[in-house]
């Protein structure tokens, strides 16, 4: 149990939500925390293969609590320093976990809350949630959330986005590729659950390896990915997982992950 954080099991699925509702879910220094090890705890644990993150209340998150913030800019410069790592590398460890990471946006999702939505697989949202990149407006920027947004919405986006700090809607989200999908709220639970139920029907090394692979290539002129790409499919074609895929394909039967 974390102090900041509600989890939930349920079957394969495991329910992240931010749970300090009376501020809008900001993020002091404990969330940081525990973040951090709710997402190193699910990363090692066999029985979960997809995880939700969510907030309770009325907003997703209002980004870095202000309070803190200010406390944080008291400290001597690398005290000032370290902690902005460390929140730097909670964004990194929901990226980069292994299992995939569904983001479940409504309210108010703003600054980091942007960037919390930016740092998952898929973020689905509601369509009146409000995004914005409002770091300038309080006369700072999205420093340790920047590579996360940047790799969802793009450096044009970034430079309207970025230098106004102006608020924008959950359709216009989808329109900028922050999200996957922006719905009414009262069916933003069983879009959550179609993605869910699409990533439970798929091999789950196979959705590991993915991930992986975006990281891998993503960035490489396309001559050099022609090594990585040949080994990778290569390899794991001749997987347990992959046999099974196909076998199950070919005998017209569900594989054994399923159900
Ligand atoms: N840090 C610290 N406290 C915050 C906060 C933040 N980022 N966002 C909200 N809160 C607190 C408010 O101060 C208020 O506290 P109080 O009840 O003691 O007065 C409480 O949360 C509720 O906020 P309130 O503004 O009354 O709720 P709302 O539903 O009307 O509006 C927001 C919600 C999110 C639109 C508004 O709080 C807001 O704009 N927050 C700042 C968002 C931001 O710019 N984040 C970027 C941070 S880098």
């Known amino acids: 149990s974390y102090p900041t954080l509600e989890i939930v099991q349920d079957g394969a699925v495991r329910h992240v939500r931010l749970n300090r509702p009376d501020v809008r879910n900001a993020f002091n220094g404990q969330v940081v925390e525990d973040l951090q090890a709710a997402f190193a705890e699910v990363d090692a644990d066999p029985s979960t293969r997809v995880v939700v993150l969510s907030g309770n209340g009325k907003s997703f998150s209002a980004g870095a609590d202000l309070t803190w913030m200010q406390e944080q800019a ?114 933003l639970d069983a879009a959550v659950q179609q993605v869910v139920g699409e990533l439970l029907a798929a091999g789950p090394a196979a959705v590991a390896s993915a991930k992986e692979l975006i990281r891998a290539v993503g960035a490489l002129p396309l001559e050099d990915a022609i090594p990585i790409t040949a080994t990778w499919i290569a390899d794991l074609r001749a997987t347990p997982e992959a046999k099974e895929g196909f076998a199950a394909f070919l005998g017209k039967r569900k594989p054994n992950w399923i159900g």
Do not use: W, Y
Not at 88 to 107: E, N, S, T
Not at 156 to 166: I, N, P, Q, S, Y
């Open 74 to 187: 008291s400290l001597p410069h690398a005290d000032n320093r370290a902690g902005a790592e460390r929140m730097a590398r909670m964004f990194l460890a929901i990226a980069r976990c292994r299992k995939p990471v569904v983001g479940r946006i409504h309210g108010h999702a703003l600054g980091g809350g942007t960037g919390l939505t930016a740092a998952v697989d898929i973020a689905l949202c509601s369509d009146d949630c409000q995004f914005g990149l409002t770091e300038v407006k309080l006369g700072i920027v999205p420093a340790v959330i920047s590579p996360f947004v940047l790799q969802k919405i793009g450096v044009g986006r970034a430079r309207t986005l970025f230098l106004t700090g102006e608020r924008f809607d959950g359709s216009e989200a989808m329109r900028i590729g922050l999200v996957h999908r922006a719905v009414p709220i009262g069916s």
